[in-house]
DNA sequence: TCACCTCTGACCATCTTTGACCTTATTGTA
DNA sequence: TACAATAAGGTCAAAGATGGTCAGAGGTGA
């Protein structure tokens, strides 16, 4: 019942055996099919979907592309930040509309892993981004934590130069 | 009163259990399921968040994050409260009333002279806290400023980070 | 008795997991 | 080529698994 050894959700699972496959693949790029992976971690189909939904989106720093059919596949792309066409796409579709809890959180947890945050300065903003400490006062949350990355990544860049 | 033998309450009994594992738990950090322990100790389960929102709270130098569903858990992180008690004055300060932005640049400064933040993190609380991103989202800033910042704190008051 | 803790149960919120049903691509065959 | 069979993957709503809240009942010391 304590610490460590309670059991995590599958899902939860699932996600971290695809970012070590992410982490051995040279290029960021990784192929799996969805049905095998079901039946590694005994679970249905629609569960992998829902890790991809929930942990590999935009915000988090993945697209996720795939096809159907016979050879069908599941193919996670890591988002590289130098790309800045994609940058500005991806600033644009998570910044412009708002960005819940969640996808903040991965949003972050990417800029860290890309060494544009330290790790103090991802806890601290994890932090502040929560709707712990947002949803208290506000009801637009969404929009003010994009207001807050903005905010973030305006300050970030101008040091940069 | 003064018989410390006097049969205890099981609020106090858990809160014993938990400091306990604390006590053994190497970076201040501990988890437990709220389900499981209210079995272990015989009680509603509710009696779980009783115990933590009366013992295991800011004041009492603790934050407890939980996540719901499915490998759910509770976590206490015990802060580093005697770290510094001039810290611990402007936590109980900004617990009560919001702060406004003036404070709040005045307040980061002095975190960043004292060397508890870094040059690059005052600029990007400075730049959170202000009216500029703050204010456009929300009307009661001043006590969104508090809650930032009181997080802001209890990050870097961890033991684990 | 009063004031203040403690404790519980009913009801709520959130995250996970599954299954039934749908869409699309490839392959084999007439 | 047309078509059927087969082989992927997609969607969504409902069920399951946790934890949260709150009002009120239950204890206990002064």
């Known amino acids: 019942m304590v610490r460590g ?11 971290q055996y695809l970012k070590a496959m992410l982490e051995r693949a040279s290029n960021g790029v990784i192929e799996v099919q969805r049905s095998a992976l079901s039946e590694l971690f005994n679970c249905a189909p629609s569960q992998i979907n ?25 193919r996670i792309v890591r ?28 949003f972050i947890e990417f800029l860290q892993e890309e060494g544009i945050l330290t790790n103090r300065e991802s806890n601290l903003l994890k932090n502040i981004c929560s709707d712990r400490v947002l949803s208290r006062a506000v009801t ?18 101008r040091e940069d130069v």
Chains 1, 2 share one sequence.
């Open 5 to 15: 050894d309670h059991v995590r959700s599958i899902a939860w699972q699932i996600e």
């Open 50 to 74: 829902y890790v991809l939904s929930t942990r590999f989106t935009l915000a988090h720093g993945y697209v996720v592309e795939t096809r159907r059919g016979g050879g069908g596949y599941v």
């Open 140 to 157: 637009n949350a969404n929009e003010l934590r994009s207001n807050i990355l903005q905010s973030v990544l305006i300050t970030i860049l």
């Open 79 to 106: 988002i590289n930040l130098s790309a800045d066409e994609r940058l500005r796409r991806f600033l644009k579709e998570i910044l412009d509309e708002g960005i819940n809890e969640n996808e903040a959180q991965g």
